[in-house]
């Protein structure tokens, strides 16, 4: 999977995120949303991807963002 691939899913993902209590999805979901591009989830990147989305859940931006009152997307 691409560099520019791998960042599309995960914005995807965090998209789909209630950052007030952010749940990680799972590898299937995971493996859905790469699927979609029409590309063949290879677990690695499976595990990659939702190994970004994990530190972004855990992040202080995270809570940052679920903090603000205005947030522009």
Excluded: C, N, Q, Y
């Excluded at 965090?14 to 677990?43: C, Q, S, T």
């Excluded at 990147?45 to 205005?70: G, P, Q, T, Y």
Aim: proline fraction near 4%; hydrophobic fraction near 50%; avoid cysteine.
């Amino acid at each position: 999977m691409s560099k520019l691939l791998r960042g599309t899913v995960v914005h995807g993902l965090l998209e789909r995120m209630d950052f007030a209590r952010p749940v990680v999805p799972g590898d299937e979901e995971v493996a859905a949303a790469i699927a979609l591009h029409g590309v063949e989830a290879l677990p690695d990147e499976v595990a990659d991807v939702r190994a970004m989305v994990e530190r972004v859940a855990a992040s202080e931006l995270r809570a940052r963002i679920h903090a603000a009152r205005r947030v522009r997307t």
